[in-house]
Structures are given as structure tokens and as C-alpha cells.
């Protein structure tokens, strides 16, 4: 049984490698399940609509925060544990270090508060791994106009800030995966899928959780 999550910049290519694992997994018979946050429960996917919608009624970035709190509480009590505790793996694009590198770093809300949500959202649950899928700014920002113009996707209100602030972001990430290098696992997000899913299986053979 192993808890991982996939984190990153919007663009990274998460989902993905998330349904490329997952089909691996499957062909070597471990049972798992795919989530993501915010949203995976009824609740958590009607705060996504909200959150992420532009327009005048958009939440600050204190009732933002709290949102995406509100969404990993419901996940991580009704989904993760359960799961977890049938022995079921978890895979989740995204997680509570998201909170750290979105609205700490990057909405400047005190670290201290962030953490102390965090733990309180997950009863201190945390991941067996996390996958930081690194790409620069700028490769992020090609990436979802490339996504605009091939599928007329439009960017939600996060994706939509300024550069300055997915730098924020991004340094937020880097600061986490850095500071714990046994939790974490840095990945170039810009190697072709198939060699990104080469490192995430060897990195899972490291760990024994795969042979
Ligand atoms: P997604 O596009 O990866 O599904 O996530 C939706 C947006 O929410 C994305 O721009 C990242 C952002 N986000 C936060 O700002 N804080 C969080 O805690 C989480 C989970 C996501």
C-alpha cells in the first residue's frame, strides 16, 4: 500500500503520467485509486466550480485557502483513509503541498497558518511520496496556450495570475521537495512521458513497492 501524489506547475503533464502509472499498475494486478484535489467527492467537486471560477464573487485569498482545506478535509476522511486502510494504493494528483506552494508562497498567507491547516485538514496524514513534476514558467504558460488553442480550454482563475506569482509557486515546490528529500522526488517535467514514467517505476522499485 503506498499513498503518492503528483505535484506541479498547471501544464506539467501530471494526468498524464498519473493514467500511464495507473495502467501499469493494473497490469501487474495492484489495486489502486485515482483522485485529485481539490474536488474527488461531491462536495470537494462543487468547491472546485467555485473556486476556480473567475468573476466578481471570486473568494480572497484567505476564503480560497480555507476552501481547498474544506475539499482535502472531505477527501482525506470519506476517500484516502478508507482506501488506505483496505489496502488499497492512492494516487492524487495534487495535495497539501499544494496549499504551501499556491497560497503560502504564492498568496504570501503566513506559512505557521498553511501548515496548521493542512494538518488539521488531514489529521496529519501525509504522503508516502511526493512526485514534483518541475517545468519553468515559461514552458507552463506555452503549454496551456498551446492547451487554449488545440481545445479551446481557457486558463481558470489560478492559472490566469501573473508570472510572478507561478514563480512563487514554483520556487514554493522546489523549497518543499528540497527540504525533505525523503518524501520528495524531483522530476523534469520536460523528458517525454514515457521516460518520466521510467523514473517514477525505478523510484517505486527503490522503495519496494514494485518489483
Ligand atoms: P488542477 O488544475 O491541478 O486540477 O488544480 C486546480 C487549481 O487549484 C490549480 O491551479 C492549482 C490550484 N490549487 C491551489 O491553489 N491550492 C491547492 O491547495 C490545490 C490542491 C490546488
Redesign the pocket.
Known amino acids: 500500500m503506498a499513498f503518492i501524489v503528483f505535484e506541479g506547475l498547471?501544464g506539467s503533464g501530471?494526468s498524464t503520467l498519473i493514467n500511464r502509472l495507473s495502467h501499469i499498475l493494473k497490469e501487474r494486478k495492484i489495486e489502486h485509486d485515482l483522485t485529485?484535489?481539490?474536488?474527488g467527492t461531491e462536495l470537494g467537486d462543487k468547491l472546485?466550480d467555485l473556486?476556480?471560477a473567475k468573476g466578481p464573487h471570486a473568494p480572497r485569498p484567505r476564503a480560497?485557502l480555507l476552501m481547498?482545506e474544506a475539499s482535502?478535509a472531505q477527501l482525506v476522511e470519506t476517500w484516502i483513509k478508507p482506501k488506505l486502510e483496505q489496502g488499497r494504493w492512492v494516487i492524487s494528483?495534487?495535495?497539501?503541498a499544494?496549499?504551501i506552494a499556491?497560497?503560502a508562497a504564492?498568496r504570501s498567507i503566513d506559512e505557521a497558518d498553511v501548515n496548521w491547516l493542512n494538518q488539521f485538514a488531514t489529521f496529519g496524514l501525509q504522503p508516502d511520496l511526493y512526485i514534483l513534476l518541475d517545468i519553468s514558467v515559461e514552458e507552463s504558460k506555452r503549454r496551456r496556450q498551446k492547451r487554449q488553442d488545440t481545445f479551446g480550454v481557457e486558463e481558470?482563475r489560478?492559472?490566469a495570475e501573473k508570472d510572478d506569482f507561478h514563480a512563487r509557486v514554483r520556487d514554493g515546490f522546489l523549497k518543499q521537495a528540497k527540504a525533505n528529500p525523503q518524501q520528495w522526488f524531483i522530476l523534469s517535467a520536460q523528458l517525454p512521458t514515457e521516460q518520466m514514467l521510467e523514473h517514477v517505476l525505478q523510484k517505486l522499485k527503490d522503495r519496494q513497492w514494485l518489483k
Open positions: 498547471d501530471k485529485r484535489e481539490p474536488g472546485r473556486i476556480i480560497e481547498y482535502r494528483d495534487r495535495f497539501a499544494s496549499s499556491f497560497q504564492g481558470d489560478i492559472e
